[in-house]
């Protein structure tokens, strides 16, 4: 940005309108989704994201109570014809055995994946029982992604053994420290504990925040209040975690909020792809 002297005195004022960003990742993007999409998944998917510009994205498996064969064939076909724009990540809950056994990190890379995405552990994050998980990802070289914060319900109508409280932020701390060549990905910013995952980020340089998910003025407001204080565009990564038809309109949100509040093209760079370069090391 620019200041220039005029008659009313210095005025500040944008010197371009955004440009197209050269590289967009969705790094939040779950498989199947709404009926509407699920019978022809993969190829409304990558239709939705040429219409939108985005150039690749992070997509999560079920988890593996709930991968079938249908499911199976999809990522068959995603591993041989489409690994250059959709990555894999599977899905573990840690601790809910015997599904999520720690093997299935192995049997996640032996077919392609790529990353982790974990979510509803049966004890908080950075419990000793979980450590081996992140040693096995780490040794792999495979980024991991940890929903944060309270976490949607699958029904409420039968008992869960579910606890939001397991996803805190600050949970993350010590698996970065304990993994310290991890890459982790804090899911929605760890909503509604923005301070705090704001703080971890801060304190771990291989730990970004992904910006997606529902109370999309929540977290737009969370960040103007902690932006330059303790956290950097640097730390944020774009994520959609809607159905792919919601692209444009979350990306026109967030590319005309980040303008609005100051930051430049660089920096809007970083969030909507090149910090998840980064992650994903994509080159």
């Known amino acids: 940005m620019q200041v220039r002297r005029g008659v009313q005195g210095d005025v500040a004022y944008y010197d371009e309108f955004p440009k197209e960003h050269k590289l967009v990742v969705d790094i939040h993007h779950h498989y199947g989704g ?3 999409e699920k019978e022809n998944f993969v190829d409304v998917l990558l239709r939705n994201m040429d219409v939108a510009g ?8 079920s988890s593996p109570e709930r991968y079938s064969e249908k499911e199976d064939k999809d990522w068959k076909r995603v591993f041989k014809d489409y690994s250059d724009r959709i990555i894999g990540f599977g899905s573990i809950r840690p601790g809910r055995l015997p599904q999520n056994k720690l093997e299935i990190i192995d049997e996640y890379y032996s077919k392609g994946f790529k990353g982790l995405k ?3 552990p049966t004890k908080r994050y ?3 029982d979980f450590l081996c998980y992140y040693e096995k990802a780490e040794g792999y070289g495979m980024p991991t992604l940890f929903h944060t914060g309270v976490v949607a319900r699958g029904s409420v109508a039968e008992r869960q053994d579910v606890s939001s409280a397991h996803m805190r932020p600050v949970y993350l701390d010590r698996i970065a420290r304990w993994c310290p060549k991890l890459k982790i990905v804090a899911a929605h910013m760890g909503e509604p504990w923005y ?3 704001y703080n971890t980020s801060q304190k771990n340089p291989l730990l970004w925040l992904d910006i997606s998910g529902k ?3 929540l977290k737009a407001k969370a960040i103007r209040e902690h932006l330059w204080i303790r956290l950097r565009p640097e730390k944020l990564v774009f994520g959609l975690d809607e159905p792919s038809s919601q692209y444009a309109r979350i990306i026109h949100f967030w590319e ?3 303008y609005e509040i100051g930051l430049d093209q660089k920096q809007r ?3 909507f792809g090149e910090n998840a370069a980064q992650i994903l090391d994509i080159h």
């Open 215 to 217: 109370g999309i003025w």
């Open 195 to 197: 301070g705090e995952a």
């Open 54 to 61: 985005v150039h690749k994205v992070c997509l999560f498996s």
């Open 269 to 271: 760079d970083m969030i």
């Open 118 to 120: 974990f979510i509803t």
């Open 34 to 36: 709404r009926q509407a």
């Open 256 to 258: 005309t909020f980040f």
């Open 126 to 128: 950075d419990h000793d």
